[in-house]
C-alpha cells in the first residue's frame, strides 16, 4: 500500500508540473508558429525563394519546446500566465493530456513498427551486402549524382548504407530510417533487361537485374537527397513536438508546410544534381499525383504526400528559373551553416534565461510547535545555525539572542533548510529539524532515509 501512495503521489507530481512546463513553452510556441506560417503564405503569393530557408526557419520551434524553465515567465507581466497554467494543472486537465500524449506517442511508434515490416517483407533490390547486378550501376551512379559535391566522402558513405526494395503496389516512392535508412521504389519505374523481358513474366519478378527507368533515376535522386539531408531524423523530430503540443491547431499546420517545404528543396535539388529539366519534373509531378494514390507513412518521407491542387501548383510553380541557378549548391552550403548558427544561438539563449535543472535553496525557516513561521532566513538566524553536510550546527549564544527576539512558546522549534526549487512556486524536499529549546543538541531529525524519499528527490532534481 505504500508502494502505491509513493506511485500515487509521484503520478500527481508528473502531471502537475509536467502540464504547467508544456502550457509555458505552448505559449513561446505559438508566439513563434504566427509569424512563421504568416511568412510561409507571403512566400507562396510570391512564388520564390528558397525552399532550404523555409524548411530551415520550422527548426526554429524546438527551442521553444525548451522554454518550460525560462525566466521570462516569472516576470511582473507574465506571472499571471503562470498562475493560470499551475491552476489548470491542478484540475483533471492535466491528467487528459498526458493521457492523450501517451495514447498519441504509442499509436506512431505503432504505425512505424509497422512500416518497418512491411518494408521487411519487400524484394530487396540493392543493398549493401548484396551481390552486384545490372541495377546496381544506375544505383551507383545516382548516389554519385547526388554526392558530387561531398568533399569528405561521409553522405556517400551514409547513402551507400541504403537498401533499395521495389513494390508491386502503385504509391509513391518513399524512404525511411535513420540508422538503417531504406527506399521503396514502385515496380513501376524499374524495367527488366532484355533476358528478363525475353523470360516469362513469373520468372521476371525477382528484379535481380532490373534497371531504372530515366524517370526512376530521377525519382531515386529525389528519395536520396531526402537522406542526405537528413529530412527522416526532422520529421520524427517534429512528430514527436507535434505529439508534445497535440492541443495546439497551429502545429498540424506547421508540420504540413515543413514537409511541403522539404519537398520543394528536394525538387530544388533534383533539377540542380540530374539533367531533367523543369518542364519535365513539372510532368513527372503531375503524372505521380495521377496515377498513384498518396499514402501515409509515419517517420518517412514519400514524393508524393498528398494530390491537393495547391500542394502541386506551389512545387511546380517553385520550379521556375531554378534550371539557370549557378550558385546553388554554395547558397544550399552558406544557408545551412547560416540556420545551424541560428539554431545554436537560440537554444544558447534559451540556456543562458532558463533557471538551472534544480536549485537547492540556502535558506532556513524556522516555525513554532503550531508549524507557524516566526522567522524566514534573517540575518540573526544565519549567524547561529549553519548547515554542514546536510546536519545542523547552532551556536547557542547568537541562538539564545535570536529566539530572545522571536520569543517562541513551547518546547521545540522546527527549521527547514535544504529545500529544492525548480522554479518559483514549485519545489520540495529537502530536510527538517526538530530542536529542544532547553538544549540545542538535542535534534530530531524529521526527514526519514528511505527510498522512497531518495527516489523523489532525484526525480525531483533530474528527470523533470
Not at 512505424?112 to 521487411?120: E, I, P, T, Y
Not at 537527397?225 to 505529439?243: D, P, Q, S
Not at 529566539?403 to 535544504?418: K, N, Q, T
Request: hydrophobic share 40%; proline share 3%.
Amino acid at each position: 500500500m505504500e508502494l502505491l501512495d509513493t506511485l500515487r503521489r509521484f503520478g500527481i507530481f508528473v502531471c502537475q508540473y509536467g502540464f504547467s512546463k508544456c502550457m509555458r513553452t505552448a505559449v513561446c510556441g505559438l508566439a513563434l508558429m504566427l509569424p512563421l506560417l504568416i511568412w510561409r503564405r507571403h512566400r507562396e503569393r510570391g512564388g520564390s525563394g528558397n525552399a532550404d530557408l523555409g524548411f530551415y526557419s520550422w527548426f526554429l520551434l524546438f527551442p521553444a519546446a525548451l522554454t518550460g524553465m525560462s525566466k521570462l515567465f516569472f516576470q511582473r507581466w507574465s506571472i499571471r500566465l503562470h498562475g493560470l497554467t499551475m491552476a489548470l494543472s491542478a484540475s483533471w486537465a492535466s491528467s487528459v493530456y498526458f493521457a492523450v500524449m501517451l495514447a498519441l506517442a504509442g499509436w506512431w511508434l505503432v504505425r512505424k513498427l509497422l512500416l518497418a515490416r512491411r518494408v521487411r517483407k519487400l524484394y530487396c533490390w540493392h543493398s549493401r551486402r548484396g551481390h552486384s547486378h545490372r541495377g546496381t550501376e544506375d544505383w551507383q551512379a545516382c548516389v554519385r549524382q547526388v554526392t558530387v559535391r561531398d568533399r569528405w566522402g561521409l553522405a556517400r558513405r551514409y547513402l551507400s548504407r541504403a537498401g533499395v526494395y521495389v513494390t508491386g503496389d502503385e504509391n509513391s516512392p518513399y524512404c525511411g530510417g535513420v540508422f538503417r535508412p531504406y527506399i521503396v521504389m514502385p515496380e513501376f519505374y524499374l524495367e527488366p533487361g532484355p533476358e528478363d523481358a525475353r523470360a516469362g513474366k513469373e520468372e521476371a519478378l525477382d528484379y535481380e537485374n532490373w534497371r531504372l527507368t530515366e524517370r526512376g533515376k530521377v525519382l531515386l535522386c529525389h528519395e536520396l537527397l531526402h537522406l542526405k539531408a537528413g529530412h527522416i531524423l526532422w520529421i520524427n523530430l517534429f512528430a514527436l513536438l507535434r505529439i508534445y503540443w497535440w492541443f495546439n491547431p497551429l502545429i498540424y499546420f506547421c508540420e504540413r508546410r515543413m514537409q511541403q517545404d522539404m519537398e520543394q528543396a528536394c525538387d530544388e535539388g533534383c533539377l540542380y544534381y540530374t539533367d531533367v529539366s523543369e518542364r519535365e519534373y513539372g510532368r513527372l509531378l503531375l503524372e505521380v499525383a495521377a496515377g498513384q494514390e498518396p499514402i501515409r507513412l509515419a517517420g518517412a518521407a514519400t514524393f508524393l504526400k498528398d494530390r491537393d491542387y495547391h500542394s502541386l501548383k506551389n512545387r511546380i510553380g517553385n520550379l521556375r528559373g531554378k534550371c539557370e541557378r549557378k550558385q546553388y549548391w554554395r547558397t544550399h552550403r552558406y544557408m545551412g551553416w547560416g540556420c545551424a548558427l541560428i539554431l545554436a544561438l537560440a537554444v544558447l539563449a534559451v540556456g543562458l534565461t532558463s533557471y538551472p535543472r534544480y536549485t537547492r535553496l540556502t535558506g532556513l525557516t524556522l516555525y513554532d510547535e503550531e508549524l507557524h513561521m516566526i522567522c524566514d532566513d534573517s540575518p540573526q538566524l544565519r549567524a547561529a545555525v549553519q548547515v554542514v553536510d546536510g546536519y545542523l550546527q547552532i551556536d547557542p549564544e547568537q541562538m539564545d539572542l535570536c529566539l530572545e527576539e522571536l520569543g517562541p512558546e513551547g518546547s521545540y522549534v522546527y527549521l527547514s533548510y535544504d529545500t529544492i526549487m525548480k522554479v518559483p512556486g514549485v519545489g520540495g524536499g529537502g530536510n527538517a529539524g526538530m530542536i529542544a529549546l532547553e538544549d540545542y543538541e538535542d535534534i530530531f531529525y524529521l526527514r526519514a532515509e528511505t527510498w522512497e524519499n531518495d527516489w523523489m528527490e532525484f526525480i525531483l532534481k533530474y528527470l523533470l
